[in-house]
């Protein structure tokens, strides 16, 4: 008995000990000095150096998230959806009692690279320095010098609603212990120029993981599952696997469909909706082609790697037989022909073609659910200005008939994937709102 | 354009024709401006229905104000109105609010913005008839409770706020009981100026 007590004091002991290490090191990770890697003096902005920080801000996608609906662009407001609560972005405007005013180019650089704010205090993951810290100095510095030039909004800064212990400076630190160390890209020399330049993107500013990485219980990345795909908390929609063949991962052959999706929001099989619709409208179609082709680069599989993992294995014959898809294929008909066509081919451009489509075949299901209930358009955008839509159809089909629809689109013109059933649809519904 | 608006007519109706059986409103011939400022606010916030503002978060001012003009631009003939479903005390109520407002409290006529005709007032005000009269009524209460706004100053709110439940409910009995006149296009001028200032008009001339 005795050795059972003094067995577990010892463990837990060393869990205590373990703990304070983790804050330890998550604290510790200290605000260099202020010449270290970014000059503090305040140089004249060149207009280049101004420019060249407009389009990294693109790159950042910084204007998404700090700016609210409806709200003055980089004023900061909007709520981002967690697991652990609710987190508003910050004022980035350069006024100084309500935004950056008063901050220094050292002080942009400890949030950036090491997730600090001015005041010492650890800043939320919701901001992405996870990825911002690969940021190199000079890019920081032209961000920054950018920054500078927004005109200065007056709204204060709303406060986090996070639930405890999240909210607390020694929960952060004990998550960036586990999870965070600042860290620069590093040029991987066997690569080409080209394929270093996409990662240093992918990676850094571009923070694509944020989406498209899992998670686990404590919102870290999980290890060995880069790109692999995730359910985006609380918001209903799937970011697909950038990795895998049969969700968004592209190859060789692929990899000029996915700049002009990126470019455009429209391929030749796909259409860009939901969260990523606003990575397109408001970041993706400003980049180069070149660091477009650049993040392909690095993205795309090598050619040996395996193909379509997770495309889902097709029903039983007796399912295709069966009832249901009887009906979907009149709803189909009804619904859907006029402008997916009989064949399930699309139009290109307008309508994506279903048939062959992974985005319909996926294991996953949330966003072809979503899709069909909450309709969408694909964003304006430069190559794109006058997209077409697809309407919503949460008012016109019971969850019923958009299982059945649904079933049949998977299983029709040489498509096969298990059905959907009336319950992923009214979880989908549920998830929109 | 039909095609690249058939995202509308799923609940709007074929171009944009809802008829007063159901919920949503018509759009087809409603003035141009109005149409594009409804966009907007569906877009940044101002009105809130989820499925409005997530097919129009991505869409740009000129392509939102491409598919205003669309609709605007049809002519489809209305159907009838449906007969009314309250008592004739509520109706003469409803139309004297509509027709005469109620000095005393200093509440303007409907008429006063939307014209005598009630079809609107070319190209922002839109007109009030051959709308379901549930649409009426939510659209009267939101303005009170602030879930739907217009550009600021808002006029409309400040008139919706005047009213009470009874006042909604006359109004928009009456209203939905009302049919188009012959000629159901918008007015280009008003007999007299606007009691309230209008930020969705004044946008327009400032723009």
């Keep these: ?433 | 354009m039909a095609a690249r608006v058939q995202a509308c007519t799923a609940c709007h109706g074929r171009e944009g024709r809802a008829t007063p059986d159901g919920y949503f409103p018509r759009l087809a011939g409603k003035p141009q401006a109005y149409l594009y400022h409804q966009l907007l606010n569906f877009r940044e916030g101002r009105r809130r229905y989820p499925l409005m503002s997530g097919l129009l978060e991505h869409l740009s001012d000129a392509y939102l104000a491409e598919m205003a003009s669309y609709f605007a631009s049809l002519e489809i003939p209305y159907p009838p109105p449906r007969p009314p479903v309250v008592d004739s005390v509520l109706l003469e109520r409803g139309r004297r609010l509509v027709q005469q407002g109620d000095v005393g409290r200093g509440l303007p006529a409907c008429v006063q913005c939307h014209g005598s005709a009630m079809t609107g007032l070319s190209p922002a005000v839109p007109g009030l008839l051959g709308l379901p009269r549930d649409y009426l009524n939510s659209q009267l209460g939101a303005w009170q409770t602030g879930q739907r706004r217009a550009q600021s100053p808002d006029c409309m709110a400040r008139v919706a706020r005047m009213l009470s439940a009874d006042d909604v409910s006359a109004v928009s009995a009456w209203l939905a009981s009302q049919a188009l006149p012959p000629n159901p296009r918008a007015v280009k001028s008003l007999p007299q100026p606007l009691p309230f200032k209008c930020g969705g008009l004044i946008a327009r001339e400032g723009s």
């Design chain 1, 1 to 433: 008995m005795r050795r059972w007590l003094w067995g577990g004091g010892l463990v837990l002991g060393l869990g205590v000990i373990l703990f304070a290490v983790l804050i330890w090191m998550g604290w510790r990770q200290a605000p260099e000095s202020a010449s270290a890697a970014v000059g503090a003096s305040a140089q004249a902005l060149s207009a280049d150096q101004v420019s060249r920080g407009a389009y990294l801000a693109k790159v950042g996608n910084c204007m998404a998230c700090h700016t609210a609906q409806g709200g003055e662009p980089y004023a900061g407001g909007r709520p981002i959806e967690t697991p652990f609560g609710r987190v508003y972005s910050s004022n980035l405007t350069s006024d100084p009692e309500t935004g950056l005013g008063r901050w220094t180019e050292y002080d942009f650089w400890q949030a950036l690279h090491h997730g600090r704010s001015r005041d010492g205090r650890l800043l939320n993951p919701a901001f992405p320095y996870v990825e911002y810290s690969r940021v190199t100095p000079e890019d920081a510095r032209d961000l920054w010098a950018f920054l500078r030039t927004l005109s200065p909004v007056v709204r204060e800064n709303t406060a986090h609603e996070l639930a405890w212990p999240y909210r607390t400076q020694w929960a952060l630190a004990f998550w960036r212990g586990l999870y965070f160390r600042p860290a620069v890209w590093q040029t991987e020399p066997d690569q080409s120029p080209q394929w270093n330049r996409g990662g240093y993107l992918v990676q850094g500013l571009g923070h694509c993981a944020a989406c498209h990485t899992p998670r686990d219980a404590l919102g870290g990345y999980r290890l060995g599952a880069e790109f692999g795909g995730y359910h985006l908390p609380g918001q209903g929609w799937y970011a697909p696997s950038l990795k895998d063949l049969g969700q968004a991962g592209l190859d060789a052959a692929g990899r000029e469909d996915w700049v002009r999706v990126l470019k455009s929001g429209v391929g030749a099989a796909a259409v860009v909706t939901g969260p990523m619709a606003e990575v397109v409208s408001q970041s993706t179609q400003y980049l180069s082609l070149e660091d477009l082709r650049a993040m392909a680069s690095y993205l795309a599989s090598p050619s040996d790697a395996p193909g379509r993992a997770s495309v889902a294995e097709g029903p039983r014959g007796a399912v295709v037989s069966a009832g249901p898809l009887g009906v979907g294929a009149q709803l189909y008909e009804r619904h859907c022909s006029s402008c997916h066509g009989e064949q399930g081919r699309g139009v290109l451009g307008a309508y994506p073609p279903l048939a062959g489509n992974r985005a319909v075949l996926m294991v996953q299901t949330d966003n072809l659910v979503r899709i069909v209930l909450e309709g969408g358009y694909a964003p304006s955008t430069a190559d794109n200005p006058r997209p077409h839509g697809m309407p919503p159809f949460r008012l016109v089909l019971r969850d019923d008939e958009v299982a059945a629809v649904l079933s049949y689109v998977r299983n029709a013109w040489g498509n096969s994937a298990p059905p959907i059933v009336p319950l992923d649809v009214l979880r989908g519904g549920a998830a929109a709102h």
